[in-house]
């Protein structure tokens, strides 16, 4: 069963600099598939935010893409995401997901909730 | 892009059957079989139940059906239960090779 988890700090500051980090397990990631990142502010609904190949094909949500960098750590099984220039819209639980063709998410993890002030 | 248009609430009783819509455009759900569907209960992570428009992933039950008229995707839940309270999600792959998901649907089972 693949297992994802997401890790980073749970409050920014204002036009700072967002970085969460997703742990994958029983799952080589250099194996194949996208791995994205998928937002949801309190109260609303789902964001996607952008979704990367290990071989460096990456798409990206347009509203977002000046300001979204992903990146994949094969031996770390890892990837990451940093969005910044952050405000209080950006606020959200954070969820990294397996992503196949870039068409569904399979398997998420369990979202790491990430709050914009000072 | 713009987010896929689903109905914010709808209801029913046990055994009932209910349909969710989701409307996109010939851009996104009218270009592919390609739209998903989700399940979120409170506080937790979405579920995949539908994918690539009429699949169920193994251990999704089948009272869940996806499929699709035009530029508008359709999730049947069929049976009503209990633990189907929660909130739907559709989504799609678009012809920019992104992904869109919709609003959002509250399903209460009365």
């Known amino acids: 069963q693949v297992q994802l988890q997401e890790s980073g700090p749970g409050l920014v500051k204002p036009s700072e600099t967002l970085s969460l980090t997703c742990t994958v397990s029983s799952y080589s990631i250099r194996n194949g598939y996208y791995w994205g990142w998928i937002r949801q502010p309190p109260g609303k609904g789902l964001e996607w935010i952008v979704s990367?190949?290990?071989?460096?094909?990456?798409y990206y949500n347009p509203s977002l893409k000046s300001r979204v960098t992903i990146s994949i750590d094969t031996p770390m099984n890892q990837f990451s995401l940093n969005l910044n220039s952050v405000t209080a819209a950006d606020t959200a639980v954070y969820y990294c997901?397996?992503?196949?063709?870039?068409?569904?998410?399979?398997?998420w993890g369990q979202g790491s909730l990430v709050t914009v002030s000072s | 892009q713009s987010a896929l248009t689903q109905p914010a609430s709808m209801s029913g009783s046990p055994g009932q059957s209910i349909t969710i819509s989701c409307t996109g455009t010939n851009s996104d759900v009218g270009a592919y079989k390609y739209v998903s569907w989700y399940q979120q209960h409170p506080d937790k992570a979405p579920k995949l139940i539908i994918y690539?428009?009429?699949n169920r992933p193994s251990g999704v039950s089948g009272r869940f059906s996806g499929s699709k008229s035009g530029n508008t995707a359709s999730l049947t839940i069929s049976g009503l239960q209990a633990e189907d309270d929660a909130d739907y999600y559709c989504?799609?792959?678009?012809?920019?090779?992104?992904?869109?998901f919709g609003g959002g649907t509250r399903v209460t089972v009365l």
């Open positions: 989504a799609s792959y678009t012809t920019s090779d992104t992904l869109v």
């Open positions: 997901a397996r992503v196949p063709g870039n068409r569904y998410s399979d398997y």
């Open positions: 690539d428009l009429n």
């Open positions: 990367m190949h290990p071989g460096g094909t990456t």
